[in-house]
């Protein structure tokens, strides 16, 4: 099956900074990318997705970037604000409505 | 995008008991799926829910423990059964609707 590896575990930013995270995904047939940011006590929250046949899909502060051939990719955050400050997940799928493989998460803390 | 109602959102259960979690989606949806979160984890899938026929079930995970219903393309229920302590986790309903989205959860907790 689908293994996803996810890094850093922690990240600290000052505020204003951007903040990296990449993930790597093992089955070549995946086709479908999407990131969730988890705040404490709540469901994930759909922030961004992206499909094989794009390469970079941006959308305000926020931008992930694909790269099929080295099966890996990365979200982008930049001019970080303390409302940025959440868990955040990459996964991977063959398809939009087949089940989801996660990383481990990204604990993200904007410094003000 | 599907706004997802789940309930309880949290619940105290005592080891032994069963609990059921309901998934109402305000939209017709064909792909309901059942995800934990154990604490401090990342999200697994438990089983697709299909409607009309039995929940496929990921590896690790029983019908017996997680006993899941599908009357229709709007709801579902997740009975966690015979909890013990360490079935204290987030239990999580998804969509799909043209994108994956999440309901906000049903943190339990099993004394």
């Known amino acids: 099956g689908e293994n996803v590896e996810q890094h850093p575990s922690t990240l600290s930013v000052q505020e204003g900074d951007s903040a990296v995270i990449k993930c790597t995904y093992s089955?070549?047939?995946?086709?479908?990318f999407p990131w969730y940011k988890q705040e404490l006590g709540k469901g994930p929250q759909l922030i961004i997705d992206?499909?094989?046949?794009?390469g970079e899909k941006k959308d305000q502060r926020i931008a992930v970037t694909l790269n099929k051939t080295a099966k890996h990719f990365s979200l982008h955050i930049t001019e970080t604000q303390p409302e940025d400050s959440a868990v955040y997940f990459c996964?991977?799928?063959?398809?939009?409505?087949?089940?989801?493989?996660f990383g481990a998460g990204t604990t993200v803390t904007v410094r003000a | 995008s599907a706004v997802i109602s789940q309930k309880p959102s949290r619940d105290i259960c005592q080891r032994g008991t069963s609990l059921t979690i309901q998934c109402q989606v305000d939209?017709?949806?064909?792909?309901m799926f059942w995800y934990r979160q154990q604490p401090g984890q990342s999200l697994t899938l438990i089983a697709t829910?299909?409607?009309?026929?039995?929940?496929?079930?990921e590896s690790g995970f029983v019908i017996d423990k997680f006993p899941i219903s599908r009357p229709n393309l709007t709801f579902s229920t997740l009975t966690v059964s015979n909890m013990s302590p360490e079935d204290s986790s987030i239990y999580l309903c998804?969509?799909?609707?043209?994108?994956?989205?999440f309901g906000s959860g049903t943190q339990l907790s099993v004394l």
């Open positions: 998804s969509v799909e609707a043209e994108k994956l989205f």
């Open positions: 089955d070549s047939a995946s086709n479908y």
């Open positions: 992206i499909r094989s046949n794009v």
């Open positions: 996964a991977a799928s063959i398809r939009v409505d087949y089940k989801l493989s």
């Open positions: 939209s017709q949806v064909t792909m």
């Open positions: 829910a299909n409607q009309g026929s039995e929940a496929t079930y």
